[in-house]
Nanobody, 123 residues
């Protein structure tokens, strides 16, 4: 089993930055793709970003390109999401996810999910 625990969410103003972290425990995730999704109130969960196991391949939703950066530290079993120039429409619960397959994570079909961390951006 794999446990994913997100942290770093909070209430910020438009234009501010936040860094989310997701710490993994259980089975080693050094070979897994890690990703972030968000779910805004009343909406479906949607893809934000993913990073492959070596950390040299990343993929972003168009809505966050140029503003968000995903990275990982395999020694710490942790994935990060640096969020800059935050907008009110970024307000959502952010979830960490993990799977062996890159496409599996991007498609939102991974087996492992965290409990989520709330990000609220005020205008």
């Amino acid at each position: 089993q794999v446990q994913l625990v997100e942290s770093g969410g909070g209430l910020v103003q438009a234009g501010d930055s936040l860094r989310l972290s997701c710490a993994a425990s259980g089975r080693t995730l050094s070979m897994a793709t890690l990703g972030w999704f968000l779910q805004a109130p009343g909406k479906e969960r949607e893809f934000v970003a993913a990073v492959n196991w070596r950390g040299d391949r990343t993929y972003y939703a168009d809505s966050v390109k140029g503003r968000f950066t995903i990275s990982r530290d395999n020694a710490k079993n942790t994935v990060y999401l640096q969020m800059n120039s935050l907008k009110p429409e970024d307000t959502a619960v952010y979830y960490c996810t993990a799977a062996v397959g890159y496409s599996t994570v991007v498609a939102g079909k991974a087996d492992y999910w965290g409990q989520g961390t709330q990000v609220t951006v005020s205008s």
